[in-house]
């Protein structure tokens, strides 16, 4: 099976464009500076600005940190008075870049916390280098996830807490996909980085 396209058209909220676009500008950040942060190109950025594409999972993750807010933010969304509680009622589904996604917590905080379930064969060729700290916790599923050399296939019950910092890339090990807990960390740095499409030099498909 091929990897999803990334950058596949997804049905994002329509207002994720001109967000996307004032918070760089809430940022104070030119187009070319806000792009070399997230790792992208600044034609690529100007084009999800103006709604001629649709972000990945991935992509809005790096954005979201340079521009030192949540996923949430960027997708227009609100949660009132940073509740502590999130009924899974109001956890609404979005799809980005073949993943499917839920918030499972509160906007404005300094972690962000998602439930994910990753089909089988997207996004499987992408390497994520960036600052902070990941943790996820396998739900159902087989979840190949390689760290920097190292290689591992976790089940259900199993998890894993790690520097963003270290290569990684993020799996499904079957065709019924995988569902999972992910926490991350929201680091604001010049040096924020993701690669995508490509490995990093040295790391081994």
């Known amino acids: 099976m091929?990897?999803?396209?990334?950058?596949?058209a997804s049905p994002l909220p329509a207002v994720v464009a001109p967000q996307l676009r004032e918070l760089r500008r809430r940022a104070a950040l030119t187009l070319e500076s806000?792009?070399?942060?997230?790792?992208?190109?600044?034609?690529?950025l100007s084009r999800l600005?103006?709604?001629?594409?649709?972000?990945s999972l991935p992509v809005l993750l790096a954005l979201?940190?340079?521009y030192g807010t949540t996923v949430s933010e960027v997708l227009g969304e609100t949660v009132a008075d940073r509740d502590a509680v999130v009924r899974a009622g109001d956890m609404e589904p979005t799809a980005a870049g073949g993943w499917t996604y839920w918030q499972a917590g509160a906007s404005g905080r300094g972690m962000q916390a998602l439930?994910?379930?990753?089909?089988?064969?997207?996004q499987g060729d992408i390497v994520r280098v960036h600052p902070g700290e990941e943790w996820l916790y396998v739900l159902a599923g087989r979840l190949d996830l390689r760290l920097g050399d190292a290689a591992h296939t976790l089940g259900p019950g199993d998890s894993a807490h790690f520097d963003s910092l270290t290569p990684h890339r993020i799996a499904a090990a079957d065709e019924s996909g995988a569902d999972l807990l992910f926490v991350h960390t929201l680091l604001q740095s010049p040096a924020t980085a993701l690669c995508l499409g490509s490995p990093t030099p040295g790391v081994p498909r």
């Open 64 to 66: 979201a940190r340079v």
């Open 115 to 122: 439930r994910v379930h990753v089909p089988h064969g997207a």
């Open 2 to 8: 091929s990897p999803v396209d990334p950058e596949a």
């Open 34 to 44: 806000a792009s070399r942060s997230a790792g992208l190109s600044p034609a690529h």
């Open 49 to 55: 600005e103006t709604g001629q594409r649709q972000p």
